[in-house]
């Protein structure tokens, strides 16, 4: 499968625990996303990985979220502290960078619930 | 900050029968993208289109970018079981000097086809 892999699939945790959710994108991709989906609304983004760097951080992102791709292959997501609005599918996406704005491969993504 | 807005939000219809969607903003959009999404999966590019006026198709799926920049639609022909899903617009606009990374997606419109 070649395709843009996210894991966990699903995550409970208490409010208050930290986690960390893993995105491998697809192996000739240089950009790499984050997106949050709740229940009845479209993706929302987070932030974007150009290669290693990151380029783009949403300003709903708060300091309780950061984001890294080491390397400038896989990524992960940590969530500090979590609350119970954090609850939602988080998205990883990829794409080329020069192969046309907004052609995201998504994958399936990593359900979280904070009880 | 932007947003996008899809009508209907749902929609019920037999087999067989066409569809239409579209997606409409107060501002101003550079690239428009349709994205599908089957429950439980991340969402998948169906069409993307990058010029005002542009009328793209892909198999029973056209699309069009809209003269003023601030809206698009979707029709889907001869409707099928498997066009069951969640249909969402997503945008890119540079203004502001957004980077390439962040699409703005709508609410998402309900597609659920009779047999």
């Known amino acids: 499968d070649t395709g843009v892999s996210q894991d966990p699939r699903h995550k409970i945790t208490k409010r208050g625990q930290n986690v960390t959710f893993r995105c491998d994108p697809i192996s000739e991709h240089n950009r790499l996303y984050w997106y949050r989906q709740t229940l009845g609304q479209g993706p929302e983004f987070l932030t974007y990985?150009?290669?290693?760097?990151?380029?783009?951080k949403s300003r709903l992102l708060s300091d309780r979220f950061s984001a890294e791709r080491p390397k400038g292959s896989f990524s992960t997501l940590e969530i500090q502290r979590t609350e119970q609005g954090d609850s939602a599918m988080y998205l990883c996406?990829?794409?080329?960078?020069?192969?046309?704005?907004?052609?995201?491969?998504f994958g399936s993504g990593t359900q979280l619930s904070v009880l | 900050g932007q947003q996008l807005n899809q009508s209907p939000q749902s929609m019920f219809i037999q087999e067989g029968e066409d569809v239409s969607m579209n997606c409409t903003s107060s501002?101003?959009?550079?690239?428009w993208l349709w994205y599908k999404q089957d429950p439980g999966e991340g969402p998948v590019l169906l069409i993307a289109l990058y010029k005002a006026g542009e009328l793209t198709s892909n198999g029973r799926l056209t699309a069009q970018f809209g003269i003023t920049r601030k809206d698009s639609f979707l029709n889907i022909s001869a409707s099928i079981p498997s066009d069951v899903g969640i249909y969402f617009c997503?945008?890119?606009?540079?203004?502001?000097?957004?980077?390439?990374?962040?699409?703005?997606f709508g609410q998402g419109t309900i597609l659920t086809v009779h047999p």
């Open positions: 990985f150009q290669n290693e760097a990151q380029l783009e």
């Open positions: 996406a990829s794409s080329f960078a020069d192969r046309g704005i907004g052609k995201l491969f």
């Open positions: 997503a945008g890119f606009s540079n203004a502001g000097g957004t980077s390439y990374g962040k699409l703005t």
């Open positions: 501002s101003i959009f550079n690239t």
